[in-house]
C-alpha cells in the first residue's frame, strides 16, 4: 500500500492505493501550518477504511510550497549570483528585468568573473581561480550561505562551472551552490535565472521536508517519503532538497497524470479546476507535454523543465462580482482554503463560483438555500462565462485539427457542463476529485539525460543508446524496478554551428517505484 496526497491552496487531498486499485479517498481543507492538513487527511483514509499503518510502502506528495514561496518572495535565501564570461556579457548582468520585490529578497550579491565558453565550445578566457578566492572572501563577510553559478554556454562545456564551484565550497565551508547546466537549458539570462531561484530556495526545502517528515511521523507512518516534481515522475528528499525548482507545477502534472490513468485515454487535454485557478495541459503518451518555450515564475523568466501548462483565475473559490449585472466577473481573486468559511453557502458573506454551481444545480454542498435569493438569469450567465472561458483557453493547447478528447478532474470542475465549445467529448471520471493525489501515489521514477555529444565517428544510433542508457541508469539508482524501466522520450537537435556533428539528445526513462506491498 502507499498513499499520494496533493496539498492545493484550498484543500489536502488523499488517496490510499493497494495494488493499483484506489481503496479510499478523502479530501480535507489546507491549513496554514500545511502539517495539520496532511495529518487530518492521512487521519481521513484511515476512518474511510480500516488499514495497517505500518502496511504503508511510501509517500508521495504534491505541493506548491516552493513556488508560492517565489510568488510571495517569502523565506527565500540571500543568493550570491556568479556568473563565468567576462569580458563577454557585462552588458546584461545578473538579475535583469527581475521584480524588485525578488531582487530585494535574494539580495542583489552580483559578481562577474572570468570564464565560460563560445558556442562552438572555444574558451572565451582563461577561469580566474584569484578572482573566484576574492569573491569567496566576500560572500564569506556577508554570511551568504547560497550560491547560484552560470557559465556562458555551460550545456556545451560545463568544465568551468565544476571548477568555480571547487574553489568556492573550499574557501567557504558549507556553502550550498546550484550549477546552471544541472537546472536550465541553452539562454543564458533563463538559465542564470532558474538557478538563482533554485539556490535562494535550498533552505525553504530543507523546511518544507522536515515538516512533511514530521507530519507523517505525528500520523503514524514510518515509510519512505517522495515528492512529485513536474515531469510526472517522483524524487526522493535529498533529491528535493538539491533542486526545489523541479517541484515547479507539480499540482497540474499530477492532476494530468490522474487524469491519464483515471480517463484510460494517453492523449488528451486535461482541464484541473481547483479552488483558485484551473489549470489546462495536454497529455500525450501518458505524460504531460513539455513546454518548449520560455516560462515566467512570478515575472522572471527561466527555461528550465516545466510542462505546458495555461493557468486561468477561475476556481471554486473564485469571488464572484455581480456589483454590475451587465459585466459580473469571475476570479481572480479567491477566497482560497478559506472557502468554508466565506463562501455563502458556508453561511459566510462572499460570493464565490461555488455558489453559483450550487444555486445552478451542478452539485449539492453547504446549504443551498443560503443562496436561493440569486437570479437565475444571472447563474446560468455566470456559469456560461465560466465555460466559455474554459474552453477558450483549452482550445489553445491542441496542435491539429484533429478530434481529442477532454478531461475534467478536480473539485471545482463541478462549475463545468458536461458538453463544452469545440470539443466533441468531454470525460468526467469516477474519483475526479482527487486526480491530483491519484496522479502523486501512481507516479513513476525517472531518470533524464540532456546533454550536447559529438559524433566521432561513433554514429547516430551509438549516440542514442549510450543516452538512452544513461537515463535507464538514473532511473533504477533514483529507485526504479530494473524490469520495469522504459524509455518514454527521445529528442534530437542537430546543432550544425558546433564542430563534430554535435547534436543535443534529451532521453527521458521511467520505471515503476519499488514498494514492498503488503497482501
Same mark, same amino acid.
Given at each position: 500500500m502507499h498513499i499520494g496526497i496533493d496539498v492545493g491552496g484550498t484543500n489536502t487531498d488523499a488517496v490510499l492505493i493497494h495494488h493499483g486499485v484506489v481503496a479510499a479517498s478523502v479530501k480535507r481543507p489546507t491549513t496554514l501550518d500545511v502539517t495539520t492538513g496532511i495529518v487530518e487527511a492521512i487521519t481521513g483514509l484511515s476512518e474511510n477504511v480500516t488499514f495497517d499503518l505500518t502496511g504503508i510502502s511510501a509517500v508521495a506528495i504534491g505541493t506548491t510550497h516552493f513556488t508560492n514561496a517565489v510568488v510571495q518572495a517569502r523565506?527565500?535565501?540571500?543568493?550570491?549570483?556568479?556568473?563565468?564570461?567576462?569580458?563577454?556579457?557585462?552588458? %546584461? !548582468? !545578473?538579475?535583469?528585468?527581475?521584480?524588485?520585490?525578488?531582487?530585494?529578497? %535574494?539580495?542583489?550579491?552580483?559578481?562577474?568573473?572570468?570564464?565560460?565558453?563560445?558556442? +562552438?565550445?572555444?574558451?572565451?578566457?582563461?577561469?580566474?581561480?584569484?578572482?573566484?578566492?576574492?569573491?569567496?572572501?566576500?560572500?564569506?563577510?556577508?554570511?551568504?550561505?547560497?550560491?547560484?553559478? *552560470?557559465?556562458?554556454?555551460?550545456?556545451?562545456? /560545463?568544465?568551468?562551472?565544476?571548477?568555480?564551484?571547487?574553489?568556492?565550497?573550499?574557501?567557504?565551508?558549507?556553502?550550498?551552490? *546550484? @550549477?546552471?547546466?544541472?537546472?536550465?537549458?541553452?539562454?543564458?539570462?533563463?538559465?542564470?535565472?532558474?538557478?538563482?531561484?533554485?539556490?535562494?530556495?535550498? !533552505? %525553504?526545502? +530543507?523546511?518544507?521536508?522536515?515538516?512533511?517528515?514530521?507530519?507523517?511521523? /505525528?500520523?503514524?507512518?514510518?515509510?519512505? @517519503?517522495?515528492?512529485?516534481?513536474?515531469?510526472?515522475?517522483?524524487? #526522493?528528499?535529498?533529491?528535493?532538497?538539491?533542486?526545489?525548482?523541479?517541484?515547479?507545477?507539480?499540482g497540474p502534472t499530477n492532476s494530468m497524470r490522474g487524469a491519464a490513468m483515471l480517463s484510460g485515454l494517453n492523449d488528451c487535454i486535461v482541464v484541473d479546476v481547483g479552488g483558485t485557478t484551473a489549470d489546462i495541459g495536454a497529455v500525450v503518451n501518458g505524460f504531460p507535454r513539455p513546454a518548449t518555450t520560455a516560462v515566467d515564475i512570478a515575472g522572471v523568466r527561466t527555461n528550465f523543465r516545466m510542462?505546458?501548462?495555461? *493557468? =486561468?483565475?477561475?476556481?471554486?473559490?473564485? =469571488?464572484? #462580482?455581480?456589483? +454590475?449585472?451587465?459585466?459580473?466577473?469571475?476570479?481572480?481573486?479567491?477566497?482560497?482554503?478559506?472557502?468554508?468559511?466565506?463562501?455563502?453557502?458556508?453561511?459566510? #458573506?462572499?460570493?464565490?463560483?461555488?455558489?453559483?454551481?450550487?444555486?445552478?444545480?451542478?452539485?449539492?454542498?453547504?446549504?443551498?438555500?443560503?443562496?436561493? +435569493?440569486?437570479?437565475?438569469?444571472?447563474?446560468?450567465?455566470?456559469? #456560461?462565462?465560466?465555460?466559455?472561458?474554459?474552453?477558450?483557453h483549452a482550445d489553445t493547447m491542441r496542435t491539429s485539427t484533429e478530434a481529442v478528447p477532454i478531461v475534467l478532474v478536480g473539485g471545482g470542475s463541478i462549475l463545468l457542463p458536461d458538453n463544452l465549445p469545440g470539443f466533441d467529448k468531454v470525460v468526467r471520471p469516477e474519483e475526479f476529485t482527487v486526480a491530483n493525489a491519484i496522479g502523486a501515489a501512481i507516479a513513476q521514477v525517472g531518470g533524464e539525460v540532456d546533454r550536447v555529444y559529438s559524433d566521432t565517428g561513433r554514429g547516430r544510433d551509438?549516440?542514442?543508446?549510450?543516452?538512452?542508457?544513461?537515463?535507464?541508469?538514473?532511473?533504477?539508482?533514483?529507485?526504479?524496478?530494473?524490469?520495469?524501466?522504459?524509455?518514454?522520450?527521445?529528442?534530437?537537435?542537430?546543432?550544425?554551428?558546433?564542430?563534430?556533428d554535435a547534436v543535443r539528445v534529451r532521453v527521458k526513462a521511467v520505471g515503476e517505484l519499488i514498494l514492498e506491498d503488503t497482501p
Open positions: 523565506g527565500l535565501a540571500p543568493t550570491a549570483t556568479i556568473r563565468l564570461g567576462l569580458p563577454a556579457s557585462a552588458s %546584461v !548582468p !545578473p538579475l535583469t528585468a527581475w521584480p524588485a520585490r525578488l531582487r530585494a529578497a %535574494v539580495g542583489e550579491h552580483v559578481f562577474l568573473c572570468h570564464g565560460g565558453h563560445e558556442f +562552438d565550445g572555444r574558451q572565451i578566457s582563461e577561469l580566474d581561480r584569484g578572482e573566484l578566492c576574492r569573491v569567496a572572501e566576500t560572500i564569506g563577510e556577508r554570511g551568504i550561505t547560497s550560491a547560484a553559478i *552560470s557559465s556562458i554556454f555551460s550545456p556545451v562545456n /560545463r568544465d568551468d562551472e565544476l571548477a568555480a564551484a571547487e574553489v568556492l565550497v573550499s574557501q567557504v565551508p558549507g556553502l550550498r551552490i *546550484s @550549477l546552471s547546466h544541472e537546472i536550465g537549458r541553452i539562454g543564458l539570462l533563463e538559465r542564470e535565472n532558474a538557478t538563482i531561484i533554485n539556490a535562494s530556495l535550498l !533552505p %525553504v526545502a +530543507d523546511r518544507t521536508t522536515e515538516a512533511f517528515a514530521v507530519a507523517l511521523t /505525528r500520523a503514524g507512518i514510518d515509510a519512505p @517519503l517522495y515528492l512529485s516534481q513536474n515531469d510526472g515522475t517522483l524524487m #526522493d528528499i535529498d533529491y528535493v532538497r538539491r533542486y526545489p525548482v523541479a517541484t515547479f507545477a507539480a510542462p505546458d501548462v495555461v *493557468s =486561468i483565475g477561475i476556481g471554486g473559490g473564485s =469571488i464572484v #462580482d455581480d456589483s +454590475d449585472p451587465s459585466r459580473i466577473t469571475v476570479g481572480p481573486e479567491s477566497v482560497g482554503y478559506e472557502l468554508h468559511a466565506k463562501s455563502r453557502v458556508f453561511g459566510g #458573506d462572499t460570493l464565490t463560483a461555488t455558489d453559483i454551481a450550487v444555486a445552478g444545480g451542478l452539485y449539492t454542498v453547504g446549504d443551498p438555500a443560503l443562496i436561493a +435569493d440569486l437570479p437565475g438569469n444571472q447563474v446560468r450567465d455566470t456559469l #456560461d462565462h465560466i465555460a466559455a472561458r474554459v474552453a477558450e551509438a549516440i542514442l543508446e549510450d543516452a538512452k542508457r544513461e537515463a535507464a541508469e538514473k532511473a533504477i539508482l533514483a529507485g526504479a524496478a530494473p524490469d520495469s524501466v522504459r524509455t518514454v522520450e527521445v529528442d534530437e537537435l542537430p546543432m550544425a554551428y558546433l564542430p563534430g
